[in-house]
């Protein structure tokens, strides 16, 4: 319901409006629809609940495509890795920021649908791996996950400054239109850029620290070694002192 929310207010409510006049508005829009949407709707795990949902017959046959051996389970699965995943998330997201392609989606709706509809299914993949959401094609343990979403803070953060620092306004379609707010282009543009930086980078360092937490529970819930493993004179000797102290004898 939090990712359905996030949807509706990125593109039914007055920030969809907005987001044409104010560009730190299209950065929370833009925000919802690849920071937060998409894993609140993953973590969910909806996959197969879907499926459960599905008529009989379509659901006999969504089963065969993903069972292990099917052509399009594989296919999927070598067209989804994380490598590839996390480089179409930053493709999408830093190509769709140059001023050339972002002016041109505020001057054409169908281009500005298609920007959205990209970055919402590039989030989509890319929180597919960190969520560990079903279908689970990928071995994805919770270390890599780890730096997979860190790998991500760099180059959102580095977009978000160079624009907050920006001198002149980087996207000119703004300096051309009636000014919301009493709003100049430049204030306007230093506002969306530490939006994109400081609440930006946060949702995937928000994400980072959910997995160091559960990978910490799951150190503690680990069952204990019984006495009789380490409770011995062998297993208190390092492994190198042990072999020296073998030499020597």
């Not at 399009?72 to 490598?83: D, E, I, K």
Request: aromatic share 12%.
């Amino acid at each position: 319901m939090g990712g359905l929310t996030a949807l509706a207010l990125a593109l039914l409510s007055p920030i969809d409006t907005l987001g044409s006049y104010l560009f730190f508005v299209h950065m929370i829009q833009h925000l919802l629809l690849m920071m937060l949407a998409p894993p609140l709707l993953l973590a969910a795990n909806p996959f197969p609940f879907i499926l459960w949902g599905l008529p009989a017959g379509v659901q006999e046959e969504v089963v065969r495509l993903f069972r292990r051996q099917a052509p399009f389970r594989q296919f999927l699965r070598t067209a989804t890795t994380p490598g590839l995943t996390w480089m179409l998330f930053i493709a999408i997201f830093l190509g769709w920021h140059d001023p050339g392609a972002y002016n041109a989606a505020l001057r054409s709706d169908l281009v500005h649908d298609l920007e959205h509809l990209s970055f919402f299914g590039s989030g989509m993949l890319f929180w597919w791996h960190a969520t560990a959401a079903g279908p689970r094609l990928h071995r994805f343990s919770q270390g890599a996950r780890l730096a997979y979403l860190l790998s991500v803070v760099p180059p959102n953060m580095l977009t978000g400054v160079a624009i907050a620092f920006a001198q002149t306004p980087i996207y000119t379609y703004y300096a051309t239109i009636p000014r919301a707010w009493g709003m100049t282009p430049i204030a306007d543009q230093r506002l969306g850029g530490v939006i994109m930086w400081i609440p930006g980078s946060m949702m995937y360092l928000l994400a980072a620290l959910i997995l160091i937490t559960r990978l910490i529970q799951a150190e503690d819930q680990k069952p204990l070694l019984p006495e009789s493993r380490w409770a011995t004179d062998e297993a208190m000797i390092a492994p190198g002192l042990e072999g020296r102290a073998h030499g020597q004898r």
